[in-house]
């Protein structure tokens, strides 16, 4: 292996180590629930319209787009469910 490919599988595995312990420390300092992730999270319970809602968040856009996102339900629902692993996929995809 040349040198110069030594240093860019260096680098890039440097690089994803970095990410993944960035995102591991925001998760920590977050305090979101472990368990509460989106593969964790059943969208037969709910609706059609509303499972489709939900995946049209996962992305992310909204938060690159300044706007608000607001879940309103009965009690027990699940409302705080969808909130932590939204936030756990945010994370992951590197948005703060």
């Known amino acids: 292996m040349s040198h110069v490919a030594f240093l860019t599988v260096f680098v890039e595995q440097e ?10 420390r925001l998760l920590r300092e ?3 629930p472990r368990e509460k992730t989106l593969a964790q ?5 709910f609706g059609v319209v ?4 939900i995946v049209q968040l996962q992305p992310g856009t909204f938060v690159t787009q300044a706007r608000n996102v607001i879940v309103v339900g009965k009690p027990g629902t699940g409302k705080r469910r969808l909130a932590a692993a939204i936030g756990h996929q945010l994370i ?5």
């Open 92 to 96: 992951r995809q590197g948005k703060e």
């Open 50 to 53: 509303l499972a489709q809602q």
């Open 15 to 24: 690089a994803s180590y970095r990410e993944q312990r960035r995102a591991e």
């Open 41 to 45: 999270f059943d969208l037969g319970q």
């Open 30 to 32: 977050s305090r979101l």
